[in-house]
């Protein structure tokens, strides 16, 4: 395994999740930054003798590459990789959407538009089959997972008619080099962002439940996509780590509490990592450093309307968890190999 941005929250996550996994070994991690300065430079909390390498140095030894780099670059690595023989997991948004929607939000040229029939979108409890042994992986990120899961038993079951989606995040979202996230910016203070229907994920987000309504509970990545529209409303709140999403759907038909239990405790039967409440709600301390979502869904009878909750570690299962998740289905390890069910508290 190599890992190409290990300076990152993300790639420090994946050398924590992957140093633990029995059948890989990490030959090498680059950083431009920290190229040549021992591991402990960029995160004390790590503990390993070699330095960073250089990128080249990483993508020729490793098998696997987790490209963990900023959008717009993996797009540039990955041919050559997969040319090369290799396996790719992209941490970035460069493979998520088609080239044409990618451009449109994200105000950047695609490079290899070609690559992205290949890409297998990596949120296992969709793609599950589609994963094991994928070439090219697009990884989600953390309010994407969290929104797709709180709403896909609804969008599946054909009864999810438009939804009002809130996102709470912890400041390790932003990355480390984020903007507008220094102490005396953050520190007691809650602030929306990029709203008003711009937030480059509300098209992953509608593309994910669109397929969801045309194709079922077990779709594939390039099948039919139906209609669907959402709003987003992110925050930036004063944690380290954590996703927290409410989600208030209009849906279609009669339901009680019970049937919204069942239909979200069968649609999630079996799923490793992911846990639907039945009492209590979903909180970030609660998933905090594990691979874990946390839902639940509430009818309200005042409003026929249904609000479902969903927590999740950014770090994690929003990015780094999710990665090695996939690798686990990509070369046919258990799923759950090297990643952690229980969160840390306090």
């Not at 088609?98 to 029939?117: C, D, F, N, Q, R």
């Not at 209009?250 to 079996?270: A, H, K, M, N, R």
């Not at 846990?275 to 450093?289: D, F, H």
């Amino acid at each position: 395994m190599g890992i190409v941005g290990a300076s990152g929250y993300g790639g420090a996550e994946l050398l924590r999740l992957l140093k633990a996994h029995p059948g890989v070994e990490v030959v090498g991690f680059s950083s431009r930054k920290y190229e040549g300065k021992p591991l402990s430079a960029a995160w004390p909390q790590l503990w390993d003798r070699r330095p960073f390498h250089s990128q080249e140095e990483v993508l020729e030894r490793a098998e696997v590459v987790f490209l963990a780099l900023p959008n717009g670059l993996a797009m540039e690595l990955t041919p050559g990789l997969l040319e090369a023989g290799k396996r790719v997991i992209d941490l970035s948004g460069d493979y998520r959407l088609p080239p044409e929607v990618y451009e449109a939000w994200y105000g950047i040229p695609h490079k290899s538009p070609g690559l992205y029939p290949e890409a297998i979108y990596g949120l296992p409890e969709l793609h599950r089959e589609e994963l094991k042994g994928a070439r090219l992986v697009a990884n989600p990120g953390c309010y994407v997972t969290a929104t797709t899961l709180a709403l896909a038993p609804l969008a599946s079951a054909g009864v999810l008619r438009r939804a009002f989606v809130v996102g709470l995040s912890g400041v390790s979202g932003a990355g480390r080099e984020g903007e507008g996230t220094f102490f005396a910016e953050v520190n007691e203070n809650l602030k929306p962002y990029k709203v008003g229907g711009t937030h480059r994920h509300i098209p992953e987000m509608e593309r994910n439940l669109g397929r969801l309504v045309a194709q079922g509970p077990r779709v594939r990545t390039h099948g039919p996509v139906g209609e669907m529209r959402l709003t987003f409303v992110p925050h930036l709140v004063p944690m380290t780590r954590g996703i927290l999403v409410t989600a208030e759907a209009e849906v279609d038909g009669d339901w009680s509490q019970g049937t919204l239990d069942e239909l979200y405790g069968d649609f999630y039967i079996g799923e490793p990592f992911v846990r639907v409440l039945r009492e209590a709600l979903p909180e970030t301390k609660g998933t905090y450093a594990s691979n874990r979502v946390d839902l639940k869904p509430l009818y309200e009878p005042r409003t026929g309307r249904v609000l479902v909750f969903a927590a999740l570690d950014n770090l994690v299962k929003g990015m780094a968890g999710q990665a090695v998740q996939n690798l686990n289905l990509m070369l046919g390890f258990p799923e759950e190999t090297a990643l952690p069910k229980e969160g840390i508290w306090p």
